[in-house]
């Protein structure tokens, strides 16, 4: 009877508690790591596609049509077809194409293109006025970026990347499926093909307070950011 | 100071061209206080940018304290900006920053060293009488007080020049009085070449020595601002005069005029300065077989001087009215006859 009730304490809806929490890991450092490099690429590629298009700061024609052209093409693929797709260049980095690890490469490559399209319209919405008048001030580009462009539209772009996040939350979750670990992995080889819906059910709440903490974190970091600073 | 010639500028943005500037020519001196009216889409706000650089013109050349801005290098470029500050209509400071932080901008993107920056902010925010405002948030500012902001950053970097675009069009008058004042202040205490653009006319009248009337993309008409109040030549120029200094027969009296069975001349009288001392009215009175009636005066002051403009109506013979007329004229008063429109 005790035994029973330990057996049951150390399992939640048929797997071990150890298990969980290494799902959960895996998640996180896909979401982190992905989400970081992620931000820093699609960061460089908004400014590619704002500094050269027609009107911006530095108007050049090839390279934004060049960058506008590979964020539409990685955009229109499906995340589960670019996990695929890039085995080849997942094995060439990291050596192998299963594991956490390896899940950040197609993760990247999905989630920089759209990062890059919503820091584009965060930077897009700061004032041409004020970046008259820093040009005004005898500004180069480069201080335009860091000290007008970049902090004009932090609070913007903040909330932009924690959309971006909860977009990648759903893609880490496929990544799951060919290897990747993480509670989409949990949610799909123990729940889904195992017949356990309490498990199923476990790892969609589990998705979904993820979604509600990082939503709440963004709008609130965005939102001490706006009122001054 | 500033000297532009032949410019010309088009804009094509792909379904037609607006021709900004055809063929303007400009000299701004050293010390000017210097204004250019029009309406809006005359091209002022293009004239002005190709001072600073911000558009360069598609032909013609723009000088800048002795330099082509044609032949300047990029670096050159961005050096020559920090001589001249400019002001916006619309402030373009960053509104989440600290008003220590936008008017240290300028100075911090010229590497200027730290110590000396913060000396130099704390100097301009008192001259701009904004030095308890320090630590505030622009954000938290009213409008006159951002547009002081506005000058003392463009001051930080101890400009030669000033350039501003509609300063005081986004502000209630009183505050726009207050913000002229400054930059008149700026202009005097500082020895700062002023160029402002506007559609007010007040803006030019008090603080403008010299003006420019432009209109679809030229200069129509230019002077120093006594000489083209006293004599507005175009339509257009008349207009703008008229927005601050009425030499219109005032409705009610259109009919005093048109009912006037007896002979007679409605003569506008325009005063500059000292001329108003006489008394000539007085004596026109008391002319023999004249009669004068005053339909409208409007007293005007222009910069340091005093402008006058008088409607009277002159009713006798032809030989007293021409007698009046002379006496006028040996006053050195501006006189133009009148016609009522029918």
Known sequence: MTGDWQARFKEIFGIKWPKLLESLGQTVYMLGWALLIGAVIGLGLALLLVLCRKGGLRQNRAVHAVVNAYVNIVRSMPFIITLVFVFPLTRLIVGKTYGSTAMLVPLVIYISPYMARLIENSLLEVSPGVIEAALAMGATTWQIVLRFLLPEALPSIVLAMTTGTVGLLGATAMAGYVGGGGVGDLALTYGYQRYNFPLLILTVVILVIFVQLLQLLGSRISGRLRRNK | MIEIDHAVK???DGRREVHALRDVSLRVEKGDIYGIVGFSGAGKSTLLRLVNGLEKPDSGTVRVAGQDISALGSRELLRLRRRIGMVFQQ??????KTVRHNVALPLLLAGTPRQE???????VLRFVELEDKENAYVSQLSGGQKQRVGI????ATSPEILLCDEATSALDPQTTESILLLLRRVNREMGVTILLITHQMQVIQMICNKVAVMEHGKIVEEGSVLDVFGMPRQEVTRRFVRTVINDRI?????????????????ELLKFIGDSVKEPLIAELC???GLEVNILGANIQQLQDTVMSVFILQLIGGDEAISQAEERIDGAGALRERMVLEA
Request: charged share 40%; hydrophobic share 40%.
């Open chain 2, 91 to 96: 402030f373009n400071l960053l509104e989440r």
């Open chain 2, 286 to 288: 008391r002319m023999q």
């Open chain 2, 250 to 266: 005032p409705e009610k009296f259109v009919s005093v005029v048109r009912d006037e069975r007896r002979n007679q001349q409605v």
């Open chain 2, 10 to 12: 088009t804009f094509d």
């Open chain 2, 117 to 123: 920056a913060e000396r130099r902010v704390k100097d």
């Open chain 2, 152 to 155: 003392a950053r463009a001051l």
